[in-house]
């Protein structure tokens, strides 16, 4: 499985972006989630995203301001970011596990099985 993401770059704080992640084949057990990582730290959670049925989970830290949508047409899933703060800059990173995991786990970078080559996103006036 090849994930390849599109959409980052650097924004004014307020502003918005929208990030993609198409995947090369998908099933309907497969879950996608996206992360992002400053220099330094660990990977941290921010969106999880299952393909057919169940509910969408997100970070507290963007909860209320990003959205994610699916285009099952494309296998793609954006990542729709609204009132982006200084603190959201950070490597995007979209994550593919190939079954389903208990919610417990989905927070987890190590429940991922395949991974996108990163996208920048700068917050910054």
């Known amino acids: 499985v090849q994930l390849v993401e599109s959409g980052g770059g650097l924004v004014q704080p307020g502003g918005s972006l929208r990030l993609s992640c198409e995947a090369s084949?998908?099933?309907?057990?497969?879950?996608m989630a996206w992360f992002r990582q400053t220099p330094g730290k660990e990977r941290e959670f921010v969106a999880y995203?299952?393909?057919?049925?169940?509910?969408?989970y997100f970070s507290d830290s963007v909860k209320g301001r990003f959205t994610v949508s699916k285009d099952y047409a494309k296998n793609t899933v954006h990542l729709q970011m609204n009132n982006l703060k200084p603190e959201d800059t950070a490597v995007y990173y979209c994550?593919?596990?190939?079954?389903?995991?208990?919610?417990?786990?989905?927070?987890?970078?190590?429940?991922?099985?395949?991974w996108g080559q990163g996208t920048q996103v700068t917050v910054s006036s």
């Open positions: 995203v299952p393909w057919s049925g169940g509910n969408q």
């Open positions: 994550a593919l596990r190939v079954r389903r995991i208990v919610l417990s786990e989905i927070r987890k970078a190590e429940n991922y099985h395949y």
């Open positions: 084949e998908r099933t309907s057990s497969t879950i």
